[in-house]
């Protein structure tokens, strides 16, 4: 049974003031951090929302990575609950661990967003102290998953369909715009200049989503090198 606070907030999800809503769950749900994400292509879940810092800087990361609890709940459309990274095995997401350590969390709850069989999207909750949610916050959290489910379906989702991520309204669309521009500089598929903005990004220790932006303004260019596995891509700067 749901708690009375979450009964409120379920109710307000109804409305144009969704974000609102969502942002007063951490109360109930014991956590500090919030994100709403949605199913974008291969390999990208898109931020509807989140209750940004740490918990943009994360899901930068598993962009970026390609590994974490977001995105294995995503792709197996389970619940992943994490309540303590620091016990989790190194083999696990070991590239996402060692870059996170330096995050303010401790702890991560994933819960997916699902219709039937179809995973639109995911949940998840950071905590600053390591520690299991109780059972009633898993029921809270369940509880809005679901809400949030529906709430996505209104939004009219999938919201990918302009290849270059013109109008979405999320914290990625960015990253769709860049990828796109990298595609058609590099003449690779999108997939593939995802990948090499994610190895710029990364082997340089730069956040993703700036690196984005760089590239989308013109400040920044990929030049034409082998794919990211065969080395590091190089940059113009202008």
Do not use: K
């Not at 303590?84 to 996402?96: F, K, N, Q, S, T």
């Not at 340089?204 to 082998?226: F, G, M």
Request: hydrophobic share 45%; aromatic share 4%.
């Amino acid at each position: 049974m749901i708690s009375d606070r979450m009964a409120e907030i379920l109710r307000r999800l109804r409305t144009d003031a969704w974000p609102d809503a969502v942002a007063d769950a951490a109360g109930p749900l014991g956590v500090e951090g919030i994100s709403v994400c949605a199913a974008g292509r291969p390999g990208v879940s898109e931020i509807l929302w989140s209750s940004g810092g740490v918990a943009d800087d994360f899901e930068d990361l598993q962009v970026m990575l390609g590994e974490g609890p977001g995105r294995d709940s995503l792709t197996s459309g389970a619940v992943v609950r994490v309540p303590d990274l620091a016990r989790v095995r190194e083999d696990r997401w070991p590239a996402l661990l060692t870059e996170a350590s330096d995050l303010a969390v401790q702890a991560v709850f994933c819960f997916p967003l699902r219709i039937g069989a179809i995973t639109l999207g995911v949940l998840t909750l950071f905590r600053r102290v390591p520690g299991p949610l109780t059972s009633a916050q898993g029921e809270d959290a369940g509880a809005l998953a679901a809400a949030l489910t529906h709430r996505v379906l209104d939004l009219g989702l999938p919201l990918l369909s302009s290849p270059e991520g013109a109008d979405l309204p999320h914290h990625h669309a960015v990253l769709h715009q860049a990828t796109g521009m990298v595609s058609v500089q590099l003449e690779v598929p999108l997939a593939e200049a995802l990948l090499r903005l994610r190895a710029h990004a990364y082997s340089n220790s730069l956040n993703l989503t700036e690196t984005a932006r760089d590239i989308v303004a013109r400040r920044l260019r990929l030049a034409p090198e082998p794919h990211p596995t065969g080395g590091v891509d190089e940059a113009d700067e202008d």
